[in-house]
């Protein structure tokens, strides 16, 4: 028998075949009942997973691009340009988007941020952003012959007393002679007095409009302080944006390049293979690189992403040896593609770290694996001693057996230091489950173990990784059983922070390894590699377990 959280799975992954598939349909397809379907597509819409519209329901993340990328051929382009772009600004900024549909393409990948206040012309960009944690002002005025914007400067003294921290623009075309330009007048001025009242201006660019220049200027180059592209850029633009003191993004189909304006050419080029962009904690990391690098005078770095595949992770490889890479930083889960891939590299003479998931031949940096677990587990047979008087009827394991021995010692670290408080763990008790290092996998191995112990009514859970965690909460959840579970996390990933804080949550903490600060550390660590310096085999981070207690202190929350 279908459970309701596998049928709506499968709900969802029609919607995603299928965007303008209707109700009636939806139910013959799942054989089920079109009141039923409803019902999922209402609990859908509360989890902010689809959206419900006439007939039917469009996923989110559909729903956000279907009015404006329709037959637009420079889709794929706009969405990496979006997601690099969307980094760029912290909860709490004033931004402004204007209404292009470049800028707008940030939309899907902003729903982490809160307290923003987000000035726009863009008529489909405020609607698109209502209903959100954040105030959005639409600036007033004359709706311009689009229908997509306001296009007059009858608005703009709402923008009086008002500071802009970012300005995310586009234009019809950008020539570093004249900067960015614009074919309506109108248009151009008024952007000309939202930049006046901006701090940081972000051009974003598809490369089709690179090297064009359209009627009216709005921002010279060196108003500009970086520009995202889609693609490689001739080297005279490139020139002249390096002269006019503006970072160059380059958001490519398979890797991300940045150029930071530096006062000497970098010295080393340095691969970045990260482990997935899907990640909060892989992303973080990557994030800690990038800043460390643009600190740096002496590096450039090329970013590529392994999308969670031993397969990809080779293809990766390949093209960051194309790019004449001096070191790269590898971050990969299948431990089996380890070999093949630092054999690639050695034959090019290329040094690698590997990030977390050990490679034989490269320096290992990242988490002190069996120490990072103890800490967890020591913590959850703490919370069981008090709450459950040390007895339990299982305990569920959320491993990652594609990750290797080295990650596996931080589950081992977790049993033995859990089972050091309450007593040894009879076999018949530990049920092991594939976590597939995400949340909706782990959720749904969770579920179903949960379905076929009814009567487990104190289930201790340690996890991989926080995204394991959290997926076991969320079948808990889904089953109305939560007071049935506690468990433990590994990462301290922005995923779980806000659960962590509260003190009533049966997620109870996590391991934080602080992925945020591994930038620093580890291009530290490639600088020697690249002078030749002697270095460690493994270079560690340091730990610490994450509480309702004492999370505010590494993460502090703003009010």
């Known amino acids: 028998m279908t459970t309701t959280f596998e049928?709506?799975?499968?709900?969802?992954?029609?919607?995603?075949?299928?965007?303008g598939i209707k109700v009636k349909n939806l139910a013959d397809l799942?054989?089920?009942?079109?009141?039923?379907?409803?019902?999922?597509?209402?609990?859908l819409e509360k989890e902010t997973k689809v959206r419900r519209v006439r007939g039917g329901a469009v996923l989110v993340d559909a729903a956000d691009r279907i009015d404006f990328w329709h037959a637009d051929p420079e889709t794929d382009g706009k969405q990496r340009i979006g997601r690099r772009a969307a980094e760029m600004m912290t909860d709490g900024d004033a931004i402004f988007m204007d209404d292009s549909t470049t800028v707008r393409a940030m939309i899907p990948f902003m729903r982490d941020y809160r307290r923003l206040t987000i000035i726009t012309n863009g008529l489909e960009t405020a609607r698109l952003l209502a209903g959100t944690t954040n105030t959005v002002i639409l600036i007033?005025?004359?709706?311009?012959?689009?229908?997509?914007?306001?296009?007059?400067?009858?608005?703009?003294?709402?923008?009086?007393?008002?500071?802009?921290?970012?300005?995310?623009?586009?234009?019809?075309?950008?020539?570093?002679?004249?900067g960015l330009t614009e074919r309506q007048i109108e248009e151009a001025a008024l952007k000309k007095e939202v930049l006046a009242r901006s701090g940081r201006v972000v051009a974003l660019m598809t490369s089709s409009r690179l090297n064009q220049i359209s009627t009216t200027p709005f921002a010279p180059t060196a108003r500009l302080s970086d520009l995202v592209t889609d693609a490689d850029v001739p080297k005279s633009l490139q020139k002249g944006l390096w002269d006019g003191g503006v970072n160059l993004i380059i958001c490519g189909q398979n890797t991300l390049r940045t150029y930071m304006v530096k006062d000497q050419p970098a010295q080393f080029t340095i691969g970045f293979a990260n482990q997935s962009e899907r990640l909060p904690f892989a992303v973080d990391v990557r994030r800690g690189i990038e800043r460390a690098a643009g600190v740096l005078s002496n590096i450039d770095l090329v970013v590529a992403d392994n999308k969670l595949s031993g397969e990809e992770a080779l293809r990766v490889a390949d093209r960051l040896i194309q790019r004449d890479i001096d070191l790269v930083i590898e971050y990969?889960?299948?431990?089996?593609?380890?070999?093949?891939?630092?054999?690639?590299?050695?034959?090019?003479?290329?040094?690698?770290?590997?990030v977390d998931i050990p490679m034989v031949g490269a320096t290992f940096f990242g988490v002190d694996n069996y120490k990072a677990g103890y800490m967890a587990g020591e913590a959850l047979g703490?919370?069981?001693?008090?709450?459950?008087?040390?007895?339990?009827?299982?305990?569920?394991?959320?491993?990652?057996?594609?990750?290797?021995?080295?990650?596996?010692?931080?589950?081992?670290?977790q049993l033995d230091s859990f089972q050091s408080k309450v007593g040894e763990i009879p076999a018949a008790q530990i049920v092991k489950l594939d976590s597939g290092n995400r949340a909706d996998i782990s959720k749904l191995h969770v579920q179903q173990a949960l379905e076929e112990i009814p009567a487990g009514h104190r289930i201790a859970v340690v996890s991989f990784n926080d995204e394991a965690a959290w997926g076991a909460l969320q079948a808990a959840r889904a089953l109305d059983r939560e007071q049935d579970v506690v468990i433990v996390g590994q990462g301290?990933?922005?995923?779980?922070?806000?659960?962590?804080?509260?003190?009533?949550?049966?997620?109870?903490?996590?391991t934080a390894y602080r992925p945020e600060a591994y930038g620093e550390r580890v291009l530290e660590l490639a600088q020697?590699?690249?002078?030749?310096?002697?270095?460690?085999?493994?270079?560690?981070?340091?730990?610490?377990?994450?509480?309702?207690?004492?999370?505010?202190?590494?993460?502090?929350?703003?009010?």
């Open 332 to 354: 990969q889960i299948d431990y089996t593609s380890g070999s093949q891939i630092i054999n690639k590299f050695q034959q090019q003479g290329i040094p690698v770290i590997a």
């Open 140 to 178: 007033g005025g004359v709706v311009s012959t689009t229908g997509r914007s306001t296009s007059t400067l009858m608005g703009i003294s709402m923008l009086n007393g008002l500071h802009i921290q970012t300005a995310f623009v586009s234009g019809n075309g950008f020539a570093p002679e004249v």
């Open 528 to 559: 020697k590699i690249l002078r030749g310096e002697s270095v460690p085999p493994a270079v560690y981070i340091e730990h610490v377990f994450l509480t309702s207690a004492n999370i505010d202190l590494y993460y502090p929350q703003e009010d």
């Open 30 to 43: 799942l054989e089920v009942s079109e009141g039923t379907i409803r019902n999922d597509l209402d609990a």
């Open 492 to 510: 301290g990933d922005r995923l779980v922070r806000d659960e962590i804080r509260d003190p009533h949550s049966r997620l109870i903490g996590s």
């Open 7 to 19: 049928r709506r799975q499968k709900l969802l992954r029609i919607l995603e075949e299928r965007p």
């Open 382 to 413: 703490t919370w069981v001693c008090e709450a459950w008087q040390g007895e339990i009827d299982f305990l569920f394991v959320l491993e990652e057996p594609r990750a290797g021995s080295l990650p596996e010692a931080r589950i081992q670290g």
